[in-house]
């Protein structure tokens, strides 16, 4: 998938996770930013490098996107599963620059899922922590939020997949969805350069 065609399919998904942020983890929309820089008063506006207002990078299959809104840095790194013919997304990842420990973001997977069961993420076919509860459903697909410490971020850098499991409705065998890993590391290192 080329850099274009991952930016324009990342759009629903980074209004997805707008939505869950927004609506359902106010907490989280607050840690994400940084407290503000005083000085004398007045808050002084974040940068990126080069003073641009954006930057759009691809590394492997995960997309950085670093953009200034209100004078704020909003940075996230993705990847978005689909046909790449039609830039119809399947399925998606999307996560923020780690903070305190945690990297944080979410999953956006197809409907038609047993909600009440969850996922399961494997890396490399072993379980990586447990049954991950659904948050809600929105027009582009439902939402799992994702939260990975520091030790699970360095096995994911070291690993080649990371897979969601699901059960669809009606008890039907398990679905998988799964992501690449080639780039996470690199996407990893500088989305975090980019947020500080």
């Given at each position: ?7 324009h ?113 494997t ?37 080649k ?19 690449a ?9 500088r ?6």
């Open positions: 998938m080329n850099a274009t065609s991952l930016k399919s990342t759009k629903p998904l980074l209004v997805a996770a707008a939505l869950v942020t927004h609506s359902m983890a106010p907490a989280l929309a607050q840690q994400q930013h940084a407290a503000p820089n005083l000085t004398q008063g007045t808050r002084v506006a974040e940068t990126l490098p080069g003073g641009a207002s954006s930057i759009q990078e691809t590394f492997g299959a995960w997309n950085v996107s670093c953009r200034i809104a209100e004078g704020r840095k909003a940075c996230t790194f993705s990847q978005v599963r689909g046909n790449q013919q039609t830039g119809q997304r399947s399925f998606a990842i999307e996560l923020r620059a780690p903070r305190d420990g945690k990297t944080e973001g979410v999953l956006v997977l197809p409907f038609g899922l047993a909600l009440a069961a969850g996922v399961k993420l890396l490399d076919d072993k379980p990586l922590g447990q049954t991950i509860p659904f948050s809600t459903c929105v027009p582009d697909g439902c939402l799992v939020p994702v939260s990975f410490p520091t030790v699970a971020t360095d096995a994911i850098k070291n690993a997949a990371l897979t969601v499991t699901a059960t669809p409705t009606g008890n039907a065998e398990p679905v998988t969805f799964p992501f890993l080639d780039g996470f590391a690199a996407a990893l290192a989305i975090s350069d980019l947020a500080k």
